[in-house]
């Protein structure tokens, strides 16, 4: 069992990956340009968190949603997506994560999609 890596999806609102960032140093969260795959669709950015072992983290409702069930479909795993509306308030997807990191282990979300606030 591992602690949760986050990787943040090219939409992910910065105010997150930040927020979460401060509140708990300790959690890995890695954004998509800083790995040089910003510009990547979104099939490769769930094959790449696959490989890598990161939970996506995304605003991406729609195509993100659609490709995980996609992969998924295909019998490909995946560490795990969460979903977060772009109206949902930034401070309680912040808790969220931060809660996810410090009470599960990684594995506990593989093949899911998270809707974020839970």
Same mark, same amino acid.
């Given at each position: 069992?591992?602690?949760?890596?986050?990787?943040?999806?090219?939409?992910?609102?910065?105010?997150?990956?930040?927020?979460?960032?401060?509140?708990?140093?300790? &959690?890995?969260?890695?954004?998509?340009?800083?790995?040089?795959?910003?510009?990547?669709? =979104?099939?490769?950015?769930?094959?790449?968190?696959? &490989?890598?072992?990161?939970?996506?983290?995304?605003? =991406?409702?729609?195509? @993100?949603?659609?490709?995980?069930?996609?992969?998924?479909?295909?019998?490909?795993? @995946?560490?795990?997506?969460?979903?977060?509306?772009?109206?949902?308030?930034?401070?309680? &997807?912040?808790? =969220?994560?931060? @809660?996810?990191?410090?009470?599960?282990?990684?594995?506990?979300?593989? =093949?899911?999609?998270?809707?974020?606030?839970?």
């Amino acid at each position: 069992m591992s602690r949760p890596r986050f990787l943040a999806n090219h939409d992910l609102t910065e105010a997150i990956v930040l927020g979460v960032s401060r509140r708990e140093p300790a &959690i890995e969260f890695q954004r998509l340009r800083e790995v040089g795959m910003a510009d990547r669709p =979104d099939a490769e950015v769930l094959e790449y968190a696959a &490989i890598n072992g990161f939970l996506l983290v995304s605003h =991406d409702v729609n195509t @993100m949603t659609a490709h995980a069930a996609e992969r998924l479909a295909k019998g490909l795993r @995946m560490p795990g997506v969460f979903v977060a509306h772009q109206s949902a308030p930034i401070g309680v &997807i912040i808790e =969220d994560l931060v @809660m996810i990191w410090v009470s599960s282990e990684a594995e506990e979300w593989a =093949d899911q999609v998270t809707f974020l606030p839970m």
